[in-house]
């Protein structure tokens, strides 16, 4: 995947790959060890870029809306690897605990949006991905009531809600799926959401949820 412009330049100042998690480790524990303000220069621009590049990659892939957040996720992400960075008990682990962090920043944003949505909301019930600090009996059960009320819908109305509340495909992903103009799989999206409003198990769902 290419990275934006903006990025890309922050990466040519590295001396290594940013996919390079080794090398990344490998200069932590020196900055570590000698303290060389050299090498906290690139550790600093490795973490920027590696936080960037994570939110970018949910970003297009359609898993946050909005430039905002983005933003504000990549503050959020990398302020925090600022604040715990010191602390660190292994260092040689440091691209991976990164890794983490973002993860963790990124499934507490999921959560959150969730919790506030409504079932009355433009894009209809959406299902957050599987976050580990949540059962999987609850994460089973949610995907169930949703899975069963699209068994609900009319025939033609079943594959692209399948793919598109179950699977997170994009439009044009699921344009190809089922052989229909992306125009014409927004519209059934539409008509989708409008009939899950009204399906009495979903709601029953998410008033449960806001309990």
Not at 27 to 46: G, L, P, Q
Not at 87 to 105: I, Q
Not at 145 to 172: C, H, K, M, W
Request: glycine share 2%.
């Amino acid at each position: 995947m290419s990275l934006p412009p903006r990025l890309r330049s922050l990466v040519d100042q590295l001396p290594f790959e940013l996919a390079d998690v080794e090398a990344a480790n490998t200069v932590f524990e020196r900055w570590t060890e000698n303290e060389a303000s050299h090498d906290k220069r690139i550790v600093d621009i490795w973490t920027y870029c590696y936080v960037v590049r994570y939110f970018y990659v949910k970003s297009v892939q359609d898993e946050i809306r909005g430039a905002s957040d983005v933003d504000a996720l990549v503050t959020k992400a990398y302020e925090r690897v600022n604040e715990k960075r010191p602390g660190l008990r292994e260092p040689n682990r440091y691209a991976h605990w990164v890794s983490v962090v973002c993860k963790r920043v990124f499934l507490n944003h999921v959560r959150d949006g969730f919790e506030k949505a409504s079932i009355h909301a433009d894009d209809g019930p959406r299902l957050p991905p599987a976050d580990p600090s949540r059962s999987y009996n609850d994460l089973g059960f949610t995907r169930q009531v949703v899975a069963n009320a699209i068994d609900r819908l009319p025939d033609y109305l079943q594959e692209p809600a399948r793919l598109y509340f179950l699977e997170e495909r994009t439009f044009v992903e699921i344009s190809e799926k089922i052989d229909k103009p992306v125009s014409t799989v927004r519209a059934y999206k539409h008509k989708i959401v409008k009939r899950l409003r009204d399906d009495d198990a979903l709601v029953t769902l998410m008033q449960w949820r806001k309990m």
